[in-house]
Nanobody, 127 residues
Framework: QVQLAESGGGLVQAGGSLRLSCAAS????????MGWFRQAPGKEREFVAG????????KYADSVKGRFTISRDNAKNTVDLQMNSLKPEDTAVYYC????????????????????WGQGTQVTVSS
C-alpha cells in the first residue's frame, strides 16, 4: 500500500494562503485517485477535494470551490492543495488519502472510498 505524509500546515490569518503537500512512498501515486479531507474538533471528517490518477478530473466541496485547488505531480509522487482566501471555518486537521484505481477516472468523495491515509497536518486560521 502507498504511504502518505502531509506537510505544509500551520497558522495563518483569515484571508491568507497555505499550500499543503502530500508525499507518497512505497508505491507510485499514479496508480491512485487522491483526495484531501479535513476534520475539525467535534466534527466528522469531510471531503475537501479529489483528483483522478492523471489529473484529468477534479472534485471540490462546495465550501472550498473557487478558493482551493488540488493538483498532482506523478513524476514527483506528490499531491498538493493550494488554499487561498482562508477562513476561520477552514481550521481543521487536513488528511491526504489515496484510492487504488488502476487508472480509472473515479474520484471518491466519501472517506470509505479511500484505502490509504496520511497522519494529517494541522491548519489553523485566525480571525
Amino acid at each position: 500500500q502507498v504511504q502518505l505524509a502531509e506537510s505544509g500546515g500551520g497558522l495563518v490569518q483569515a484571508g491568507g494562503s497555505l499550500r499543503l503537500s502530500c508525499a507518497a512512498s512505497r508505491r507510485t501515486v499514479s496508480d491512485y485517485s487522491m483526495g484531501w479531507f479535513r476534520q475539525a474538533p467535534g466534527k466528522e471528517r469531510e471531503f475537501v477535494a479529489g483528483i483522478s490518477w492523471n489529473g484529468g478530473s477534479t472534485k471540490y466541496a462546495d465550501s472550498v470551490k473557487g478558493r482551493f485547488t488540488i493538483s498532482r505531480d506523478n513524476a514527483k509522487n506528490t499531491v498538493d492543495l493550494q488554499m487561498n482566501s482562508l477562513k476561520p471555518e477552514d481550521t481543521a486537521v487536513y488528511y491526504c488519502a489515496g484510492r487504488l484505481v488502476v487508472r480509472t477516472a473515479w474520484v471518491p468523495v466519501a472517506s470509505w472510498g479511500y484505502d490509504s491515509w496520511g497522519q494529517g497536518t494541522q491548519v489553523t486560521v485566525s480571525s
